[in-house]
């Protein structure tokens, strides 16, 4: 790619204004609080942005969850306890969705916890090997590069449409199958097979994205440490294991829990491609949600949001124990 | 092979397939990088390929089955004596051949067809099972003219709303995203971990579910039909605070140490160190942020309740109705809307490749 | 920053503008641009405002999103515009203004009878006039009239029933090698039809659901028909939840004899279909019950929070006036609501026969919607059921329940509904 470009220094002079202009103030504020709270100065910000906009929300969330009506203003809406976790909770028998009042909430968690653990594990697999081979020194990187990155500016509509296009009965895929005097199948209309394929295109769309981290993580390690590798005679297997995956490990840390975070909250392409179906077959915890609060009148935000909040527990649970687990392994 | 190639180093194709990272030979690892970026190419890009093409296509080629690669459409004739364009189609004649002939009307499993070059003939009747229409190479651009039309005055408008949110969020997210992790991750203080757990635990919540509390938040604050009621909700974003720390921390502390010797004082260590080193991750947000700015949908569309503050996102979706979505004008808005998105990628995407490696640090 | 002060006070200039000429009668109007939407309303507007000089009438075009999602969330936050064209007629019912006072209230309580209960929400049987019904679709159905005219087989008359129809359209699709006798979008609108037909009840006069005998004899029937690949299991089995979900393609491609849709794919008849093969409406088949078309559609509704409540009354009075209506309808080449252009009928220009033949048709079927429809059509928690109709059905196909389960579930499902909105209706 030769040396930096002349617009790469532009751009970092331009970058460099603000800093000769906030500099004085930062510098009298570590004066004034000392060293010790600088990091709080910094934190301000985000933190009040994310008090205002993320943890108010989910606050009046729960004011929603233990209120019923269709009303908007907390203030409107009248007090039911705890009838929406009720309602979500009773089974008779919790391994049977069927034995359940909300069967549709149970069926939809056992959908995502198969659901989430595969489409992990193949993202970051395919993210990883996509990774590395675009950061590999190859004459026409910049083009495979964009083109793995291509899906991510798709709406989710477009990518379900597309999909759609080629896996209905009639669809290229069939026609293509039977252009080779193959049988033809109608991939939708199958629970497995629809859910094979909803985790496809969700990888489909969504990889690019895991992709450009990894390859922002390969570059942060230096290079000289490979010219050892090679000095050494180490096999192109051994450096990945022995060498770029433990100086990864951080990036690998943000994609993994991204991608997990990510795959639960999946939504908007299954929903126009399967709407759920076949049955309940594609049907993932996020549409539950959306289902009972937000797509038919009269929209029930309490029970939407008691599911959306005991959703938030496992997931904050969870976090809660890799955090720590991974402290443990830092520190061991 | 690879020694002719190599000797004519500088040319075409020979060159693209031996200029190799250090070394010379085309070894296994290439040929499985090809063989895995060319089976990406296909399945990753042939779709969006596809999209781009059906963007051209009528509603009428878009439903039609089997799917046809390229926008195909029926073809009409101006045929003297009536006064609509017929539609022609493809007539077996008796004697094996074919002719293209306008149908009039249709009558059970009967066409009455004129000879568009001979209407003094008058009426042919025809067995209507035997007659295929005519469909000729048409490039639909009526559906990128429909979306501008009528709009070609306020269009600018909507470019500018939408370049306001896309470049003020992003450079506010950015700064402080990285102010944020460069805390998290460069200090040990007390509640640092509860700081990052927290943030960290804004990322569960799914978008769909706050929705209605963001708008009654922006709407106390008096800022419902203006731009900056979408910028200020979207911009602390907890996972670019995330991706941010996670690469911050592997950055050696030394420079920060070696920094400090120096009195350079804390916001100095930040922008003149810390900041430069994390170009690849600073560029990775900027992509993230900018993507998710300009194709924003949902926020906009409760926020921005005026036409003069009206996104370019929120202008062309007219592809909508209470029964339907008008596929043609959903693809073609997507190609219109996606192409400064690649510009902009392509531009981006070089930063991530100057990063740490370039300053020789252990 | 300067720009930050730009917009704030363009802003503050917007609302001191906007308040300022309220007072001077001038009033905002929500509609979208395609169907019955602003471009049906100009001339409408052009009429009242040239009887009304000092009356200014704002058409806003906004998407249909904007109508579906950020509409109700305007209005409760006491935002939004004057007036509107809404689809939900039930939902947004406690944000209209009853308009009664402002016009020749009991020409519109005549004219507009049927459909005024779909306004007004939790209290059906009120005298209020909370809104002007623009046009009336209804559902029904298409069939390819050159599939029968190649299998030689006769099309059934009017009054034919939904198994006629069945048995029908498998010989057409057997005799000319199509895929699909009958196809039904998915959707709980089309599927009310069915069960109403076949003697389901779906609400009582207080407002309860009611599984009954006859929503489950329509359930049985559909799904035996996706057993015996009458239906295909594309829509109604491979969706699943509250997606909407058509296949309209099927019908244009000729792979679909019978195609159960509504009056408003009369358009994409006309432009898609065109030339292909002859297409034609045909009488809604009948159950034993009934021959129901359902019926649905637009309407002009006025806000409470209007801050000109007297010229937002009058301008909807005015667009009430039936010679007013026809205009919108003929404009839109939609079915008009008022009862004298129903009992009239309208002469549609610029469409084809076909066209105004099918719209005909569609016409006819009006008079025979029972009061279960109406009253289905009208009823708050409609939505609710139709989403746990087409769930549930889905998930019977499937094999994820049985019918008795399926009718429990979907009771259920409208009684949590029910629940959850604060227990009235």
Redesign the interface.
Known sequence: ?GG?PQW?EIGHRIL?L??VI??PL??GL?RLLG??R???V??L???V??I???????F??VL?SFT??????PADR?FVGG??YD?LLSCQNYLDP?SC?A??FWRALRNSLIFVPTQVVLMVTVAM??AI??N?????R?F????????????P??VA???Q??L?????LN?ILSGLGLPTF?W??V?DS?FAWSIFVTI?AH???YT??L???L???????YEAA?MDHAS?WRTFYAITLP?LK??V??VV??CI?RS??T?DEL??L??????????LI??Y???V??????R??????AA?LL??LV??IF??VQ?SLSRKSQNG | MADIAEKQAGAGLSRLFTLRRGHNRFDIADWLTYGFLVLGLLVLFLPVLWVVLSSFKTNANLQEFPPTVLPYAMETVDVAGYDRPLTLFNVKTEDGGEKQLALIRRVGRIAQMVDPADPEAGKLQVNAAEITPVKKLHFAVENYSRLLSGKENTILRYVYNSLFITIVATIITVVMNSMAAFALSKYRFRGSNLALFGILSMLMIPATVIMVPIYLIVSKLGLVGNLWGVILPTVATPTGVFLLRQYMLTIPDELIEAARMDHASEWRIFWRIILPLSTPALAVVAIFSILSRWNDFLLPLLILNKREVYTLQLALTSFQTQYEIHYDLLLSMTTLTALPLAIVFIFLQRYITTGIASTGIK | MRNTLKLMSSAALFLVGGAVGASAGEITVYCQDIAVGCGALEAVVADFEAANPDDKINLELVNYQTILESLPIQLESGAGPDAAIVTDLGGLSRYYLDIAPYGDADMLRAEYAPTLPWLRGEAPTSDAINGIPLSMTVNGAYVNATLFDQAGIAMPEAGATWEDWAEVTQKVAEATGVSFPMEMDRSGHRFASLAISYGAELVDDQGQPVVDEGLKAAIEQFVAWHEEKVMPMDLWGAVGGSTHRELFSDFLNAETVFYFGGSWTIGKMDSEVGDLFDWKVVATPCGPAACAAMPGGSALAGFKNSKNPDLTGRFLAFVGQPEEIAKIDLYAKEIPTAKTLIDEGLEYTDVSAETQEALSTFMAQIPKIPETAYRFQGWRYQRAMMNAMTTRISQVLNNEMDVDTALERIKQDVELAIQAAGGSN
Not at chain 1, 136 to 140: D, M, N, V
Not at chain 1, 168 to 172: E, L
Not at chain 1, 274 to 283: F, K, V, Y
């Open positions: 790619m930096k790469a460099t603000p800093a906030v500099e930062m510098v570590q060293i010790k600088m990091p709080w910094f934190l910000p985000n933190l942005a994310v205002m906009f993320c943890l108010l929300p989910v009046i969330n929603y019923g009506s269709d009303r908007l203003y009248n009838m929406n309602v069927s009042t069967d549709l090997i996509a081979c675009l590999r020194q190859l004459p026409g910049g495979f590069r964009g083109v793995f990155f291509f899906p991510v500016m798709l709406s509509v477009v449409y597309t999909w296009w080629i209905q009965r009639n669809g290229a026609g109608d939708l209309a629970p629809a489909w990889m690019g994205f450009i981290i390859l922002a993580g570059q942060s390690i230096p290079k000289d440490v090679r192109n100086l951080p990036m840390i943000v829990v991204l975070i639960v909250q939504f929903y126009v399967t709407g759920g179906g076949p049955g309940s077959a594609t049907m996020v549409q949600i959306y289902e609060g937000f797509a038919v009148q009269p029930n935000f309490g029970l939407a949001a959306s959703l938030g997931l904050i976090t809660a955090m």
